[in-house]
Nanobody, 126 residues
Framework: QVQLVESGGGLVQAGGSLRLSCAAS????????MGWFRQAPGKERECVAA????????YYADSVKGRFTISRDNAENTVYLQMNSLKPEDTAVYYC???????????????????WGQGTHITVSA
């Protein structure tokens, strides 16, 4: 069992930056692909970024490419999402998630991920 705890959300003005952290319990963290998802009101949950176990491969949604950076520290069991140049449309609840079935294949569907954090709210004001 893996427990994920996100932190770092809040209110920020458009153009600002935030850094989300997701701390994971469990020794097998390094074996999992990790993803950051978001869900805005009335919208489906979407994957905005994901990273393989080594950090060698990453994925970014087109809407965040060039602005968000995902990284991980396996020694600290933590995955990060650095968000720059934030826009009002980035407003959502952000979740980190772990896909225990793979360390190297990035999957984008929420249903592919086994463990989820509780979510952290981000509001970007215009």
């Amino acid at each position: 069992q893996v427990q994920l705890v996100e932190s770092g959300g809040g209110l920020v003005q458009a153009g600002g930056s935030l850094r989300l952290s997701c701390a994971a319990s469990g020794r097998t963290f390094r074996n999992y692909v990790m993803g950051w998802f978001r869900q805005a009101p009335g919208k489906e949950r979407e994957c905005v970024a994901a990273i393989t176990w080594s950090g060698g491969s990453t994925y970014y949604a087109d809407s965040v490419k060039g602005r968000f950076t995902i990284s991980r520290d396996n020694a600290e069991n933590t995955v990060y999402l650095q968000m720059n140049s934030l826009k009002p449309e980035d407003t959502a609840v952000y979740y980190c998630a772990a896909d225990r079935s793979t360390a190297q294949i990035i999957r984008l569907r929420p249903g592919s991920y086994d463990y989820w954090g509780q979510g952290t709210h981000i509001t970007v004001s215009a």
